[in-house]
């Protein structure tokens, strides 16, 4: 596995670069957290936040900044789900590409889902400078690359629609002009989006923990949600940690929704998305990989997605397995996903692959993120890969709306969320694979 002697690490690069972190697989949060993690459950708030990572805590901040009681419930430790273990791309837009938004939703909603998805990456940038948030945040944009030249052309298409219909400016760069951003000469060129951004998404969540925790809400580690009931007008609260009683639950565990929540688990596709870490790169050669620094993603259904670290890393993820990560899948992919890193950049074969790990994305059927009330909870989820802006985008507007009008005022509610179709779900074993194959199919075809 390794380009050099050493031993592979399988867990999150990112957690190493958190203060009083021991987890396998995922960031912990500072140590003053953690303590007050520990602290036992209140016996009544007015909210219950179901799930600890970027949804959920940058609802609990905004819930607690308008005074309102709430307690963030988490499985584990905050933060250990997808939102430490990401790519740290903080991007503009959303996984369907602006010709089928246009399509599906019409002018009007698809300008408002998009534009939500462009103040997404603002919010971000504002609350880590107001917060003093140390996360590594930069914004030096994003570059997609075609996989295939008729991809190219499909960026073209996507360029003049974005500026055309979306008033938002993007580059195009042709496969002649690629090295100036790239050190690989495989693809058949790209579009760079400044607007977007990068960060270390496992100091990011420790930030946002700290500051909803400052303002108010109290944070429960190993607090699992086991049941949901309503008890007239409030909600009777089972957790692995005791029992509580909620005015409101919102519901934002993800790509880990399980059976408490069984109207949520139906609607979502959980997808395992891998990532390995490169040793530290000697700056020359980092500067040859990524002169622009970067955040790269490839046109694929099976795409890559990669970055330099501020540390000069090589950090590359993707869809390696279409199943949530075990120890074995992590190891299994880590191979797979060396061979994808040599393929683009045969330059690295010598170098050392210090890190692996994985995480479970959130997919709704029709690729989009959802927030509303469903069986009388709110939930936010399906970010299908962009989570890391829109998930602190969600958060934030379902917590400043709880008990208020606004609630019906996010664009992503006025979405309908349906489960799989046919009835197909995810309690049978061959749904994910027959997905896999599928999108095996379109990367084919397409
Ligand atoms: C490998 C990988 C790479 C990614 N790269 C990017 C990227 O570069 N850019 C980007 O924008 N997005 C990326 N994403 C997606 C992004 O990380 C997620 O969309 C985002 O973090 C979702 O945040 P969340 O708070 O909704 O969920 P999570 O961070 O997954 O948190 C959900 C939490 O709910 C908890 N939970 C579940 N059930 C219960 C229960 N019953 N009781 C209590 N707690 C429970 C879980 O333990 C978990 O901690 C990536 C995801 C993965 C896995």
């Not at 060129?189 to 930030?207: F, L, R, T």
């Not at 993820?317 to 040599?342: K, W």
């Not at 606004?406 to 049978?428: M, Q, S």
Request: aromatic share 8%; hydrophobic share 45%.
């Amino acid at each position: 596995m390794t380009g050099g002697a050493g031993a592979l690490e399988e867990r999150s690069y990112w957690s190493d670069t958190v203060s009083g972190s021991a987890n396998a697989l995922a960031a912990d949060v500072p140590a003053a957290v953690s303590d007050a993690q520990r602290a036992p459950l209140p016996q009544r708030v007015d909210v219950a936040v179901v799930g600890g990572g970027i949804t959920g805590l940058s609802a609990a901040l905004a819930l607690a900044r308008r005074g309102i009681s709430v307690a963030v419930l988490e499985a584990h430790s905050i933060g250990w789900g997808a939102s430490s273990r990401n790519g740290g791309m903080v991007l503009t837009g959303l996984k369907l590409d602006a010709a089928t938004l246009l399509a599906r939703y019409g002018r009007e909603l698809a300008r408002e889902l998009f534009r939500a998805s462009v103040e997404s990456v603002d919010l971000v940038e504002q609350l880590v400078r107001a917060e003093r948030i140390e996360c590594q945040f930069s914004r030096g944009g994003h570059l997609a690359l075609a996989s295939k030249p008729g991809h190219y052309a499909g960026f073209e298409r996507a360029a003049e629609l974005l500026s055309r219909e979306f008033n938002h400016v993007t580059r195009l760069v042709p496969r002649a002009a690629l090295r100036a951003e790239l050190g690989s000469d495989i693809y058949h060129g790209g579009m760079v989006d400044e607007a977007s951004g990068g960060i270390n998404p496992a100091q990011y969540v420790a930030g946002l923990a700290r500051v909803a925790q400052a303002a108010g809400a109290t944070l429960h580690a190993g607090a699992r949600v086991q049941c949901l009931e309503r008890l007239g007008p409030r909600w009777r609260v089972t957790t692995a940690r005791g029992t509580l009683e909620a005015g409101e639950i919102l519901v934002a565990t993800s790509g880990y929704t399980g059976a408490v929540t069984p109207a949520l688990r139906r609607r979502l596709l959980p997808v395992g998305s891998y990532i390995i870490a490169t040793e530290p790169l000697p700056e020359p050669l980092a500067r040859e990989l990524s002169p622009t620094g970067r955040m790269m993603y490839d046109s694929r259904h099976f795409l890559h997605y990669f970055r330099l670290t501020p540390d000069r890393r090589l950090l590359i993820g993707g869809r390696a397995r279409f199943v949530p990560e075990t120890e074995r899948t992590v190891r299994e992919s880590a191979a797979v996903l060396r061979q994808g890193m040599l393929a683009i950049y045969p330059q690295l074969r010598g170098a050392r692959v210090e890190y692996a790990w994985g995480g479970t994305l959130d997919f709704a059927f029709d690729t989009m993120p959802h927030a509303g009330c469903i069986d009388g909870y709110h939930y936010a989820l399906g970010y299908a890969g962009h989570g890391v802006a829109l998930a602190t985008y969600l958060g934030t507007k379902i917590g400043a709306a709880i008990g208020t009008s606004e609630l019906g005022a996010n664009p992503f509610g006025r979405l309908p969320f349906r489960g799989a179709p046919l009835g197909l779900h995810l309690g049978k074993d061959w749904v994910l694979p027959l997905v896999a194959a599928w999108y095996k199919i379109l990367d084919w075809v397409d």
